[in-house]
């Protein structure tokens, strides 16, 4: 049983920076992808990007791309979400979420995942 904490997040103003971490407990960490989810208020949670169990392959989805730049620590048993020129649309709650996979097909289907993090706040705001 896996289980998943995020931290990070917080407020920033448009053009900034912000990370978010995710701590996993597992037995073997790199067997997972690591999927990043977010929900903003009235709307569906989206997939954000997924990482492969060895770090080797990312995919984002197209509106974060060459914003957003997903990581493993997996000695750590850490996974990250760096999100650079933020803008307000990236405000919401943010997610991680394992795959009971190493690779990220996929990756954006919700029921895929097996283990999720609580949630962890994004505001982008001057």
């Known amino acids: 049983q896996l289980q998943l904490v995020e931290s990070g997040g917080g407020q920033v103003q448009p053009g900034g920076s912000l990370s978010v971490s995710c701590k996993v407990s597992a037995f073997s960490l790199d067997y997972n992808a690591i999927g990043w989810f977010r929900q903003a208020p009235g709307k569906e949670r989206e997939g954000v990007s997924c990482?492969?169990?060895?770090?080797?392959?990312?995919m984002y989805t197209h509106s974060v791309k060459g914003r957003f730049t997903s990581s493993r620590d997996n000695a750590k048993m850490m996974a990250y979400l760096q999100m650079s020129n933020l803008k307000p649309e990236d405000t919401a709650v943010y997610y991680c979420a394992a795959l009971p996979r190493r690779r990220c097909s996929n990756w954006t289907i919700l029921l895929e995942y097996d283990w999720w993090g609580q949630g962890t706040q994004v505001t982008v705001s001057s």
């Open positions: 990482i492969s169990g060895t770090g080797g392959m990312t």
